[in-house]
């Protein structure tokens, strides 16, 4: 454990102290992942073996500048971040879409636990363990890890692949089961004392009840209470509320969920899942984003510090051998599942490779298999260390499965999903729906194309949810807004906002960030359109100018002009003008320069215009049978 750097001061107290120690620790873990992460993503090695090394690298068996008590501590605080990320996953899994999961977690999910568990106890009965003993670690070892396995599918991209879906099926069900394992767990306590397993019967239908009533009740408050308070915490305008807000409400789900002995992320999880169709759930997931993503890096590094090395020290070539054998006992497992359950070889040898290892949760397990007399220390401190062990090899069997396996079967393989346009849930964006922006994305949906509808006023997005339309909340000039609502995978980015600077920090942003995008840009004036053309916006349109088009078409028709004539005047106007303003751009911010081009231009656009009409339209008929026929 690193000390104190220096004298603080001879008058400095105890918190502040323990402050000072916190800030120490805090930079540790900061630096430690800035230099361990980048070097092993460019080694190909993936950012979650990068964290793990960090944490092996600073923990108490290496430099010792974490002491293992300290370890600990920020694993439990840590786990948080799988927590996080299981709302954020929920918030993407509609209802809808999760009952049609339901075969896939229930049926491969449960199979996988049940024949896994059953594999791995009579492996170590086998090897003289009694028979409570064996059930205990094989419900422990059975689960998969659930930070590391989402974390490396969205790191690859392979979480829409059949394989990605069947692993987070899996993950799914096996977070629902750590709840009956922690409940078995006391019955198979060799002294028999466990507290849970001598409650008086008449009490054992009260926690049932009480379960479901706080499932019941969180899935009530996120269908009923919810929307009036963001709308009441929309209207304050203050983006950091929000993201308060957002944060109060991960850890009320979660305090919610331990307080009745649920896993606290299978709770988030019901949140998230019962908020996936609110208008707020893209700003929910750009808040959450970043605390998700810290807290599973600061994860993976406290579990890279937490394994007891002078344990596997003293027998290498046990826990060598044992982490080798969980692999070798689940591998086939989830391959005879997987053939079972449809998976083509590609995508089953995918799913077992990402799910051969063991779980996070069963830190938890073991720790409470020792509380309650089932497991002794040092075989439960065994198990810790291979459980961390298998984690740290999980990256590396991904990267044989990417290097060795995957080139030789990708013709195995089901083809990706959302490869072109009609996969894509949103081809296209729309930041603001005011005025302009409905009549942009009233048109495109009339034509058959989805839209995802941002808007940053609280009030225009329940007016519109009142007429039908799905508008999310947020400020789309934000990055991480965009990456939620899928700008990574849209087309389209089209930029109707009212506020002159968020349309320009909005284009240059996007344009940063996602280049493949196309935008499209409302532009207030043309000193502003310039702008937007700086920033590299695809096409600029000016807010009035076509309406103010339209209306001179009905001038001119007014005026005597035949319908074909004032078409033909209104056309060559809006060529000329755009062409004019191409031009001109090169001048801008040149004032006399601009207003002598500007002058100019008006003049020869004037007898161009002139000329252009009267050579393109033929006379006007004097009789209907001689009309014109219209283009």
Known sequence: MIPFIGPIHSATSEPERVISYFFIQALLYLVAALVAVPLAKRLGLGSALGYLLAGVLIGPFVLGLVGEKEGEDVLHFAEFGVVMMLFIIGLEMKPALLWRMRV??????????????????????????????????????????????LQTLDEKGWLKTQAGKAGFSVLLAQDIAVI?????LPFLALSG???????????????PLT???????LILAGLFLTRPLFRWIADSNSNEVFVATALALVIGAALLMSSVGLSPALGTFIAGVVLADS?????????IEPFKGLLLGLFFIAVGASIDFALVMQSPMLIASLVLLLIAIKFPVLLLLGRIFGLKLADNLMFAFILAQG?????????????????????????IVVVALSMIVTPLMIIIYERFVQPRFADFASPPAGSDVQDLASPVIVAGFGRFGQGVARMLKADGYQTTLLDHDAG???????????????DPSRLDLLRAAGAEKALLLIVALDDREKTLSLVETARNHFPHLRILARAYDRSHAYQLIKAKADVVTREMFGSALLMGEQALRLLGNSEERAQRVTELFRKHDEEGLVRMFELWGDDKAYALASRQHLTLLEKVLQDDVDDAVEPIANTPSEAPVKD
């Open 279 to 287: 208008e707020y759930r893209h700003e929910l997931e750009a808040d």
């Open 460 to 474: 225009q997005v329940e007016l519109s949810a009142r007429f039908g339309n799905k508008v999310f909340y947020g």
């Open 211 to 217: 379960t479901l009533g706080v499932i019941a009740g």
């Open 193 to 207: 004392d466990s507290t849970l397993a001598t409650e008086g019967s008449g009490a054992g239908w009260i926690k």
């Open 359 to 383: 779980s996070e949760f069963a830190f938890l397990l073991l720790s409470f298999a020792m509380q309650t007399n089932v497991l002794g220390s040092e075989l439960a401190n065994q198990m």
């Open 104 to 149: 896939s977690i229930l049926g491969l999910g449960g199979a996988q636990v049940i024949l896994t568990a059953i594999a791995i106890a009579l492996c170590a009965w086998f090897f003289g363990l009694a028979w409570q003993v064996a059930v205990a670690i094989g419900l422990t070892l059975s689960l998969s890890s659930t930070a590391m396995v």
């Open 180 to 184: 009956p394992m922690l409940a078995l």
